[in-house]
């Protein structure tokens, strides 16, 4: 599995907790609240991540990031937004 894999699989699931609920998923039970619940998480998470990195922590800035990563995504997924059109922000932005 490539490292760009991981994120669309990620995504892929996420996607799937949102149109297919599951009572034991924490991402569907964040979905199912709407966008405030995983708003709120994002926001938490990226203060994680600038302590951490302020804090020179390596371990803990890596195990953050992956939070905030999976909590973007869980915002986005609620909005709908598809990763392909993130991709294809970042696509157009190269030089
Ligand atoms: N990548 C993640 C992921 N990252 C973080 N989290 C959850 O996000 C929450 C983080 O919130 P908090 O920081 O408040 O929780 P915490 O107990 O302090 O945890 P840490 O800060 O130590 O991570 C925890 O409950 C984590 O389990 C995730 N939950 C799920 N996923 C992915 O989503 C998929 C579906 O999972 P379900 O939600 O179980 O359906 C999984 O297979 C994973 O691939």
Redesign the pocket.
């Known amino acids: 599995m490539t490292d760009t894999d991981i994120f669309e699989e990620?995504y892929e699931?996420?996607e799937d907790?949102r149109d297919a609920p599951?009572e034991?998923?924490?991402?569907?039970s964040l979905l199912e609240e709407g966008v405030d619940a995983p708003l709120e998480?994002l926001g938490?998470?990226a203060t994680?991540v600038t302590l951490a990195a302020k804090n020179d922590d390596t371990d803990e800035l890596v195990?953050?990031s992956?939070?905030l990563i999976?909590?973007l995504y869980v915002v986005l997924t609620a909005r709908d937004i598809e990763l392909e059109e993130v991709v294809e922000e970042l696509e157009e932005r190269r030089g």
């Open positions: 990620l699931v996420i907790r599951r034991d998923s924490y991402t569907s998480k938490e998470e994680e195990h953050e992956a939070d999976y909590h």
